[in-house]
């Protein structure tokens, strides 16, 4: 999993990049269009060299997307306030529509007692590039998930991409795990005191 989340970060990352790097050279060719007298030539070749820009990032975008698409993990892009986008797969784990969990905060779909958890966690993506936490999501029909997160800033306006996998599963496996550890050992038949003398089996000489 680790490894599909480094894939996607990079891939969001270099969709990044290249859009900072068009708008870069756009405002900058509208400086240089305003204040030299530039040929067609050289107009045309750095007309031809953003549309190669806009072309490879596209590509890259579709990669992503159908990254996303298909991915069995949950993907998800968010500011501090709400959800930017989110992916299939975690539309179908909590059963929610992209709209209804866009328009409202993430905290919301965060389980009642771990939302304290949450708002930490998410002052501590402030604070490093890359981070991981756990935290139970209620689902539309009321059923709770855990989702493992692993989180990235991406920039200085708190925009956050993140992965997640849901072990729900696992999670459950653990919790009846310690729930039999913690029950009192039960005393066998044999092992209960029953105040008679054991009766001693005759034999036949």
């Known amino acids: 999993m680790l490894e599909l989340a480094v894939l996607v970060l990079t891939v969001l990352t270099i969709l990044a990049g290249i859009q900072i790097f068009a708008k870069w050279q756009v405002g900058r060719m509208t400086c240089k269009a305003k204040s030299l007298n530039t040929s067609a030539t050289d107009k045309l070749l750095r007309f031809q060299k953003l549309e190669r820009l806009a072309s490879d990032k596209l590509s890259a975008m579709s990669y992503a997307e159908s990254i996303a698409n298909f991915s069995t993990d949950c993907i998800a892009i968010m500011d501090p306030n709400k ?29 009642p007692d771990d939302k304290a958890k949450s708002l930490d966690a998410t002052e501590a993506m402030s604070l490093t590039s890359l981070k991981h936490f756990i935290v139970d999501f209620m689902c539309k029909d ?12 991406q920039d200085e306006n708190g925009v956050v991409y993140a992965i997640g996998k849901d072990i729900s599963q696992l999670n459950g496996e653990k919790q009846n795990q310690q729930k039999v550890r913690g029950r009192p050992k039960r005393k066998t038949r044999l092992e209960e005191p029953t105040g008679r003398k054991p009766i001693k089996k005759k034999t036949h000489k």
Do not use: C, Q
């Open 142 to 153: 009321g059923h709770r998930v855990t989702i493992w997160w692993t989180t990235t800033k």
């Open 83 to 111: 959800y930017l986008y989110v992916n299939p797969k975690m539309l179908e784990l909590l059963g929610y529509t992209r709209e209804e969990m866009i328009e409202k905060s993430w905290v919301d779909f965060v389980a």
